[in-house]
């Protein structure tokens, strides 16, 4: 399984990016995929996760009301929809893949068996 984010950019305090993790294998689809985000100097934190039927979403505190994530109809793309983005979401964001799909949503990233690359996402004040 192979995952490649993108979709990262330079944007103003209060607009919106889409990211979007792409990913090879065809077992991918029954696999859960989350977002995870890491700033300079911090470690890995979670954003969201969703199931790998897209039945449910997981999200933290901070992503809740302002980030959407969604699975592509074909299921081999994830999307994670950030509006209203803050300063403070600024860092390197990745998606990753957990092979356990039939537990619940996990939002530790050792959890998570495969890492796309990172996507870097920038908000100016």
């Known amino acids: 399984v192979q995952l490649q984010a993108s979709g990262g950019g330079l944007v103003q305090a209060g607009g919106s990016l889409r990211l979007s993790c792409a990913t090879s294998g065809r077992t991918f689809s029954v696999y859960n995929i989350g977002w995870f985000r890491q700033a300079p100097g911090k470690e890995r934190e979670f954003v969201a996760a969703?199931?790998?039927?897209?039945?449910?979403?997981l999200y933290t505190d901070s992503a809740k009301g302002r980030f959407t994530i969604s699975r592509g109809n074909a299921n081999n793309t994830v999307y994670l929809q950030m509006n209203s983005l803050k300063p403070e979401d600024t860092a390197v964001y990745y998606c990753g893949a957990d092979k356990n799909s039939m537990t619940v949503l996990r939002s530790t990233p050792g959890a998570y068996d495969y890492w796309g690359q990172g996507t870097l996402v920038t908000v100016s004040s």
């Open positions: 969703i199931r790998w039927r897209g039945t449910s979403t």
